[in-house]
């Protein structure tokens, strides 16, 4: 089986302005075709996240007929103008929405779901989606919309802004995206409104980024970031949220903006794989972005000089939203114009600076979360995931089914580039089941192809081993494949273990559930409620990678040496010597310093080829 949203590296998509004519042709063929009398273009089969849907492709109507002068457009944006004005804006409060500040005040919104009280929760998000297609229809509308027309929409926007900021509380459901949506919203109606009024609306969207979005921020990898559902970062929105700082930036050219951009942007750096895979979030775990991600992805990689780009987007959703039927839906349709109207190229190229939380280079790249333990190994094209044991998740040595990864003091890092190889040495103070601190170095070296592990601690009592991961997916062409096993190498004996025992809190890597659906199985809210993705964290046991330390060690050592990637006999020694541990394999040798490190404390790593 292969993951169902994960497709080709986003900015594998043509993004000439020939390209974008296309898709707006595209769009201009499909609207005319679907326009009804009454000037309705929303897709037949839409029901939820609908209240937008017309004006969003009235907005790239009005974009194509900026570009080319088509004679067919301007009829069809004035009759669907008019249409959202007259049937998609409501002023009576919807029953049961839960998070107004003020009842009866008339202001306008959109509604998620049309029918009263259908789903009210959505309307919050539904009314800044619709804010944004009015904004974008009024910077299109010379040679278009006639003053009535544009002061009805300036009017219904202002509304909107008004009901979000005053009648409702801000940000009801704690979603980044949403807010920071909101705020681009007022940076961008301001510009339309009389020159007092637009300032006042304008200090008031900086303000609520700054009072109740960057004040909220969510720490994760040593990163500051809008929080998102429940969780510091979403595979979805966190890129979305990128698009709207982009946007937000270019509106306002408020520094603000473009800092915390390029923060989230060098985040995203560091956790996504070379080849683009990355999984978790509250809300869609493996259910990621496409044309959504892309003005955010282009804009911050060019300015911090990373290739965001690889991002594996959903490239069904590449140009536009679209219903199962492939037709295209107005939803997020103003991320579009944005990505069009903004010309900044793709930077193409890795950084090229070590970071800590991630070692990369060529196609390896492993990615660790706050606690320096691996999040993600990839490797020739495949990518293992951290394994569970005994309701623990990680990498590391495992003594008496207790994982030792979990640090109980400061962690330190040292990054080594020499001889065509990339190392980083990480070392952690851990403590036993039984209170006894030990110390664990994992040095990971790498020559672009394959990926070397070797990790020691104290020599440990039974039968200790390496919990070495949990073999997940690999590279199928433009798809993500689901896999059971991995090419893995250990100097030890390795074994390849599955869970004896059945039920949602045991992962089997050979069934086919993917990380995404065990997660929302056990988590205690419903998808889109809450962070359903906290599930995974119930996760008793895994498939694992298994290896046992390598004989012949230092005697009050436990040492183990594990290989990912394609490769010949894997060798593995490790000997005392005067400047500390020394790790020989085939393809490197590596000097470990003492624990104690240097005269700050810091881990020495010598490393030659």
Request: glycine share 10%.
């Amino acid at each position: 089986m292969h993951l169902p949203r994960q497709l080709g590296s986003l900015h594998d998509l043509p993004d000439s302005p020939e390209a974008y004519d296309e898709v707006l042709a595209d769009v201009t063929e499909q609207a005319l075709a679907r326009l009804t009398p009454e000037g309705n273009l929303e897709h037949p089969d839409c029901d939820d996240d609908i209240g937008d849907t017309s004006l969003g492709i009235t907005s790239l109507l009005a974009l194509a007929w900026q570009r080319t002068k088509d004679p067919r457009l301007p009829e069809a944006v004035r009759r669907s103008t008019d249409f959202h004005l007259r049937e998609r804006v409501y002023t009576d409060d919807n029953p049961g929405y839960p998070n107004l500040r003020v009842r009866g005040s008339g202001l306008p919104y959109a509604r998620y779901v049309l029918a009263a009280g259908a789903h009210p929760i959505g309307d919050w998000p539904s009314t800044v989606w619709s804010l944004l297609q009015a904004v974008n229809l009024l910077d299109l509308a010379e040679g278009l919309l006639d003053d009535e027309r544009t002061a009805a929409l300036r009017a219904m926007a202002h509304g909107y802004w008004r009901w979000l900021t005053e009648a409702t509380f801000f940000n009801p459901q704690e979603a980044g995206n949403q807010a920071i949506g909101c705020v681009v919203g007022g940076l961008m109606l301001a510009r339309h409104l009389p020159p007092e009024e637009g300032e006042r609306v304008r200090e008031r969207a900086i303000a609520l980024y700054t009072d109740e979005i960057r004040a909220h921020r969510v720490r994760d990898r040593g990163a500051l970031l809008p929080p998102e559902h429940g969780g510091a970062y979403d595979n979805n929105y966190g890129p979305i949220s990128l698009s709207f700082l982009a946007q937000a930036h270019r509106v306002s050219g408020a520094e603000i903006f473009a800092e915390d951009g390029d923060a989230v942007a060098r985040y995203l750096d560091a956790r996504l794989t070379t080849g683009g895979f990355d999984f978790g979030g509250p809300r869609y775990s493996e259910q990621h972005s496409g044309f959504e991600s892309v003005l955010g992805l282009r804009y911050f990689g060019h300015r911090v000089g990373a290739d965001l780009g690889r991002y594996r987007g959903d490239t069904s959703w590449g140009r536009y939203a679209v219903k199962p039927d492939g037709g295209v839906d107005g939803h997020f349709a103003w991320m579009l114009v944005w990505q069009i109207q903004d010309t900044t190229p793709w930077h193409r190229t890795p950084s090229t600076q070590p970071v800590r939380h991630q070692l990369r280079a060529g196609g390896v790249s492993v990615a660790f979360d706050s606690r320096m333990t691996p999040s993600l190994i990839e490797a020739d094209g495949t990518y293992l995931l951290p394994a569970a044991v005994n309701r623990q998740h990680g990498f590391g040595p495992v003594v008496d089914g207790f994982l030792l990864c979990r640090p109980m003091g400061e962690v330190r890092v040292r990054d080594v580039r020499t001889d065509g190889l990339a190392a980083k040495l990480v070392t952690k103070p851990v403590v036993t089941r039984d209170h006894v601190l030990r110390h664990v170095r994992s040095l990971y070296v790498t020559d672009g192809t394959r990926l070397w592990t070797a990790v020691a601690v104290e020599r440990l009592p039974g039968e200790p081993y390496l919990l070495a991961g949990l073999p997940y997916v690999a590279d199928d062409g433009d798809r993500l494949r689901r896999i059971a096993e991995a090419e893995v190498a250990s100097a030890g004996h390795l074994r390849l273990t599955h869970p004896t025992a059945e039920g949602p809190e045991y992962f089997d890597a050979r069934a086919d559930t993917t990380q995404e659906q065990a997660a929302f199985t056990l988590a205690a809210d419903p998808r889109g409620y809450g962070n359903p993705d906290e599930g995974w964290s119930h996760l008793v046991a895994s498939t694992a990678v298994e290896a046992t330390p390598v004989p012949g060690g230092p005697d009050d050592l436990h040492v183990f040496a594990v290989r990912y990637g394609p490769g010949d006999t894997f060798r593995a020694s490790f000997d005392r010597t005067p400047d500390g541990l020394t790790v020989r394999t085939e393809a490197f040798t590596a000097v470990i310093g003492d624990p104690a490190g240097d005269e700050h404390g810091e881990p020495l790593l010598t490393l030659r080829g």
